[in-house]
């Protein structure tokens, strides 16, 4: 089974940057849907963004818009979440996620959480205000 690691995280002052990374160590992603998730102490898991490995697909949640962008370095076996202008708002731990679509690659851009197989551990973003 796929193995997902993330780090990237860390505590910034609003304004400022993270670059989150999403990595599968001794594998490869394949055709896969990769998310970006967060969850907020007793709250749902809610998604960030979504890929599509194969190229074609991007989706992001409203908040994320014009601040966050997902990519991915095939070669390196890596999916990116550069997040920009942070809020305090957005302190929490983000995890990334794999799951193989049934059918086409657009099942990756409304892919709900539940349905996503791997995870990775999570990792933590603070920002300060």
């Known amino acids: 089974q796929v193995q997902l690691v993330e780090s990237g995280g860390g505590s910034v002052e609003a304004g400022g940057s993270l670059r989150l990374s999403c990595t599968t160590p001794?594998?490869?992603?394949?055709?896969?849907?990769i998310g970006w998730f967060r969850q907020a102490a007793g709250k749902d898991r809610e998604t960030v963004a979504s890929?599509?490995?194969?190229?074609?697909?991007?989706k992001y949640a409203t908040f994320a818009k014009g601040r966050f962008t997902i990519s991915q370095d095939i070669a390196k076996n890596t999916v990116y979440l550069q997040m920009n202008n942070l809020k305090p708002e957005d302190t929490t731990v983000y995890y990334c996620a794999a799951d193989t679509p049934k059918y086409w690659s657009d099942e990756c851009r409304n892919k709900e959480p539940y349905e996503y197989t791997t995870w990775g551990q999570g990792t933590e973003v603070t920002v300060s205000s």
């Open positions: 001794g594998a490869t992603f394949g055709s896969n849907c």
């Open positions: 890929t599509y490995t194969g190229g074609g697909v991007e």
